[in-house]
């Protein structure tokens, strides 16, 4: 993975995590946001200009891809470079949520 990704997308935000980590199917940015409430319980809400924006940038760095148009909607999907980059924050979040019970990780 190229140094420059891993400085912009680790740590990630919660917006930027949640639709990579909706994205290991296809789906457009509605549906992203719809299932990252849902997922969330309604405490996360990911504002269209924020959706729209992250995924034009996902895109162009790689980690996402296009894949078809549905009803004038863009579907995306993650591509290998985006499921290492999730891959690695997840592995981030569980190191924190341990150390947060005391428990030391090795690595």
């Known amino acids: ?7 912009i997308y680790v740590p990630m935000t919660e917006s930027g995590f949640y639709i990579l980590y909706c994205l290991q ?6 549906g992203i946001s719809q299932q990252v409430k849902k997922m969330s319980g309604g405490a996360v809400v990911i504002s269209a200009g924020t959706m729209y924006g992250t995924l034009s940038k996902m895109e162009k760095d790689g ?3 296009f894949c078809y148009e549905e009803d004038k909607r863009k579907l ?3 591509t290998e470079l985006g499921k290492e980059v999730l891959d690695i924050e997840i592995a981030r979040i569980e190191r924190l949520y341990l150390n947060s019970k005391g ?3 090795n690595a």
């Open 76 to 78: 995306y999907q993650i």
């Open 103 to 105: 428990e030391q990780v």
């Open 1 to 7: 993975m190229d140094d420059k990704i891993k400085r």
């Open 63 to 65: 980690l996402i891809r």
């Open 25 to 30: 199917e296809p789906q457009h940015g509605y």
